[in-house]
């Protein structure tokens, strides 16, 4: 699934990405795939693959570098 990233925590190394869905889901530094926070920049597409919590809400349980591709909610930078 597709993303753009909406903010970064870079002290706490996590942040927050707007999948193409609509959703907004939390990130942590444990999610990042071969990139470090310091990487990323909001507005960047990136990758994501989300892991269901139940009731509704998910979380990203994985977070890669985007290729140049744009949709509607991607910014590429």
């Known amino acids: 699934m597709r993303g753009s990233v909406t903010k970064i925590l870079r002290q706490l190394g996590c942040g927050f990405v707007?999948?193409?869905g609509g959703d907004e889901s939390?990130?942590?530094p444990y999610a990042l795939d071969?990139?470090?926070i310091d990487d990323l920049?909001?507005?960047q597409c990136?990758?994501?693959?989300?892991?269901?919590?139940?009731?509704?809400?998910?979380t990203i349980k994985r977070v890669r570098c985007?290729?140049?591709?744009?949709?509607d909610h991607c910014r590429c930078a």
Request: hydrophobic share 30%.
């Open 66 to 71: 985007e290729s140049s591709r744009r949709s």
């Open 41 to 43: 920049k909001e507005g």
């Open 46 to 58: 990136v990758e994501v693959e989300l892991y269901d919590l139940g009731m509704g809400s998910a």
């Open 34 to 36: 071969g990139i470090g």
């Open 26 to 28: 939390f990130f942590g």
């Open 18 to 20: 707007i999948t193409e």
